[in-house]
């Protein structure tokens, strides 16, 4: 079955750049999507088709896709941004997926 | 404004059946693909199942096909979650999405929990 990769976990200072990979073979044809998730709380979506950014969300996030990888960049981590991220796509055919999760903490 | 509101979780034993609703309001129901995506306790997220506009092909997680259906009412504005034959591992909060479309953003429910104990 098809697969997204994330990294377990990613670690930055605050003000420092936090970049969050997601890997899939069917990236290249198909969008990314991500959301952020704290504790208790129901995802919330950061980017859409690769690299828009739903209203309300900071500027300092931001996506990109390119082959079989896509990013999601914080530009300047802030302790508010601690928390676990999802990437979703879909095969080729359709079918739904998600990554595993990338735990972002900020110190 | 979309909204999405989850109903119907509760504690149900193994082996039992559980029917989840999802009320939708704020925009055209009908001309969406909508799914379920569950989380269970300190896990990831996992697409449950999906249904296209008028609920003529459905999409399920190979471990709940035939246990569980997933059906819309369009006249009702309404998503629901069918699950039979409970197992302890279907344990999770279970959250109605709209689907992404081209142009336009996916949008999430608050969740319900389902638990599945003896």
């Known amino acids: 079955s098809y697969e997204l990769t994330q990294p377990p976990s990613v670690s930055v200072s605050p003000g420092q750049t936090a970049r969050i990979t997601c890997s899939g073979d069917?990236?290249?044809?198909?969008?990314a999507y991500w959301y952020q998730q704290k504790s208790g709380q129901a995802p919330v979506l950061v980017i859409y088709?690769?690299?828009k950014r739903p209203s309300g969300i900071p500027e300092r996030f931001s996506g990109s896709s390119s082959g079989t990888m896509a990013t999601l960049t914080i530009s300047g981590a802030q302790a508010e941004d601690e928390g676990d991220y999802y990437c979703?796509?879909?095969?080729?055919?359709?079918?739904?997926?998600f990554g595993g999760g990338t735990k972002l903490t900020v110190l | 404004e979309v909204q999405l509101v989850e109903s119907g979780g509760g504690l149900v034993q193994p082996g039992g059946s559980l029917r989840l609703s999802c009320a939708a309001s704020?925009?055209?129901?009908?001309?969406?693909?909508m799914s379920w995506v569950r989380q269970a306790p300190g896990k990831g997220l996992e697409w449950v199942a999906n249904?296209?506009?008028?609920?003529?092909?459905?999409r399920y997680l190979d471990s709940v096909g035939g246990r569980f259906t997933i059906s819309r009412d369009n006249a009702k504005n309404s998503l629901y979650l069918q699950m039979n034959s409970l197992r302890p591992e279907d344990t999770a909060v279970y959250y109605c999405?709209?689907?992404?479309?081209?142009?336009?953003?996916?949008?999430w429910g608050q969740g319900t929990l389902v638990t599945v104990s003896s």
């Open positions: 999405v709209r689907d992404p479309s081209v142009g336009s953003q996916p949008y």
């Open positions: 704020g925009f055209t129901f009908s001309t969406y693909w």
């Open positions: 249904i296209n506009e008028d609920g003529s092909y459905k």
């Open positions: 069917a990236l290249p044809k198909k969008y």
């Open positions: 088709e690769d690299s």
């Open positions: 979703y796509s879909t095969d080729s055919s359709g079918h739904p997926v």
